[in-house]
């Protein structure tokens, strides 16, 4: 079974500083992709970030990274000088391209506080 | 307008009533998503549809059924409503496989009395 463990219910973290979300995923599979989705306040729920897993390289997008471990199968997303706006829930998800069907964790409520 | 829309963004209904959601999606993507969202759930899959006229099931498909006679359209069905069906429903598209971006529809917040 594939799944997609997300630990931190939720976060709080002051402005400006910089967060870490954890996640974690099991798969037998070796080519997949992983996400993470950022659904803030209004519900609308936005790509923050996209990994190839065969890619070494870690997704980099503006002030959000990733550090991904193949091995380790975990993929945790690094928010630097956070903002208001990044208060959200924050999802990591899996898709096994076997299938191509998506796995999402249960998220992470992470608040900023000013 | 372009992207992705679902109807009706609110809707209650009662036990044993059929109620259908709409998605239209305008940028002509191949694949498109149901999801709904329940606390403690996170998003589960519903069914998704690789292009017109296939659709799949998801973690979650038990209750509902869905259709996609245009690539733009694919509407949920909720046969017979039930109370563990209220939720929050979302769709989503994604250009040419699962494994692309998916953008989401605002959602449809769904209450079966």
């Known amino acids: 079974a594939q799944t997609v463990t997300q630990s931190q219910p939720e976060m709080s973290v002051q402005e400006a500083e910089t967060v870490t979300l954890s996640c974690t995923y099991d798969?037998?599979?070796?080519?997949?992709?992983l996400f993470w989705y950022k659904q803030p306040p209004s519900r609308q729920m936005i790509l923050v970030i996209r990994?190839?897993?065969?890619?070494?390289q870690n997704a980099t997008e503006n002030r959000f990274s990733v550090n991904f471990q193949k091995a380790a199968k975990s993929f945790s997303l690094k928010i630097s000088d956070s903002q208001l706006g990044d208060t959200a829930m924050y999802f990591c998800?899996?898709?096994?391209?076997?299938?191509?069907?998506?796995?999402f964790g249960k998220g992470t409520r992470l608040h900023i506080l000013p | 307008d372009a992207g992705i829309t679902q109807s009706p963004r609110y809707k209650i209904t009662e036990t044993g009533r059929q109620v259908t959601l709409m998605c239209h999606q305008t940028?002509?993507?191949?694949?498109m998503f149901w999801y709904r969202q329940d606390l403690g759930h996170g998003l589960r899959l519903i069914y998704y549809?690789?292009?017109?006229?296939?659709?799949d099931k998801g973690e979650v498909p038990d209750g509902y059924v869905v259709s996609r006679s245009k690539t733009e359209n694919f509407p949920l069905t909720l046969e017979s409503a039930t109370r563990s069906q209220t939720s929050v429903y979302f769709c989503?598209?994604?250009?040419?496989?699962?494994?692309?971006?998916?953008?989401f529809g605002p959602g449809t917040r769904l209450t079966v009395l």
């Open positions: 940028w002509s993507h191949s694949y």
């Open positions: 798969t037998s599979e070796s080519n997949y992709y």
């Open positions: 990994q190839e897993a065969y890619k070494q």
């Open positions: 549809s690789a292009a017109a006229d296939i659709t």
């Open positions: 998800a899996l898709v096994p391209r076997r299938d191509d069907k998506i796995i």
């Open positions: 989503a598209s994604s250009e040419l496989t699962g494994a692309d971006t998916q953008y």
